[in-house]
């Protein structure tokens, strides 16, 4: 099955996670022909089509699946900003490689990251951000227009409901956002401590008091956030978007329910578009959307016992 774009270069961003071969339809109906364990799958976001892939050797194979594996992990612990820059260093943004992009770069990189924009509201706050008036962004300029764009009146009004002074939390002011709005209720001083440590941009500094009155962006960089014990609306932003902020209840992840019982005891909730890659009226059939639905491997056990 071809990736999930016209050029045979795929991001590892694209890639959610790695599969052995028992777990693909495909290369079970090759068994007679080649050994499952040399096989493997790419499993990418989205309604893309899988990549089925066959190595040389089983040896290979356990090689290509943990490399990969751990490239997926790794774009996957990035916070914001990391992400950020690989979008835009990684020729999909910047075609050119010149280190600047053009507003055309721009849309198309946003584009690619599903943010949603009005052109002409964009482009305003493009050339805000086009210190130079150079007709492109570069570096800073870049992130500030992001920043710009994506900025969410409502974050921005929760934050500012929880700091003394709009400019930070404090760890007594993050733990009680994480008591009263996010319901951790058994939320202790090192767990607040702990998501600083980890959301919290390592260069991010607070501004100097009346600073903004002046005009000036003067950061302490010696006194970051993190050994403050504070969290900037950066990191707060970014600890929103982490798994840690996820409404998903992390108890549920792992099988806790009672799965002993026969199927027909079971309610099973789906429609006929889960089990569809392509269109309704002539596109293939596959269980991947069960499996996705399932939670993943379980949910390949369950229906390779019902298929």
């Not at 493997?40 to 990549?51: E, I, K, P, Q």
């Not at 767990?191 to 005009?215: F, N, T």
Request: aromatic share 8%.
């Amino acid at each position: 099955m071809p990736p999930p774009a016209s050029s045979l270069a795929v991001s590892i961003s694209d890639v959610d996670t790695i599969r052995k071969g028992h777990d693909s339809e495909l290369l079970r109906s090759l068994a007679e022909d080649l050994p499952l364990e040399q096989g493997f799958t790419v499993v990418f976001h989205g309604r893309a089509s899988n990549l089925d892939l066959v190595a040389n050797s089983v040896e290979e194979a356990q090689i290509w699946m943990r490399g990969l594996q751990l490239l997926v992990d790794l774009v996957t612990s990035m916070d914001h900003q990391e992400r950020l820059d690989q979008y835009r260093q990684d020729g999909r943004g910047d075609k050119n490689q010149d280190g600047k992009m053009t507003f055309q770069e721009v849309q198309r990189l946003l584009h690619l990251m599903n943010v949603e924009m009005d052109q002409e509201y964009a482009f305003s706050l493009f050339q805000e951000a086009d210190m130079s008036q150079s007709g492109s962004l570069e570096g800073e300029e870049f992130v500030q227009f992001y920043k710009a764009l994506t900025k969410r009146a409502e974050v921005q009004e929760l934050f500012e409901s929880f700091s003394a002074d709009g400019q930070k939390l404090t760890l007594l002011e993050f733990l009680d956002f994480l008591r009263e709005e996010q319901k951790e209720r058994d939320c202790t001083s090192d767990l607040a401590l702990e998501l600083i440590d980890r959301y919290e941009p390592s260069d991010s500094g607070l501004v100097k008091p009346g600073a903004r009155k002046l005009g000036m962006r003067v950061r302490l960089f010696h006194l970051t956030g993190k050994l403050r014990h504070v969290l900037s609306m950066d990191g707060f932003l970014s600890y929103l978007c982490s798994k840690d902020g996820d409404i998903f209840n992390p108890a549920c992840l792992p099988i806790y329910q009672d799965m002993t019982q026969p199927l027909n005891h079971y309610f099973i909730c789906s429609s006929h578009n889960t089990y569809l890659v392509g269109d309704q009226l002539c596109g293939q059939s596959s269980v991947e959307g069960y499996i996705r639905c399932s939670g993943g491997r379980e949910g390949v056990q369950l229906m390779r016992g019902t298929m």
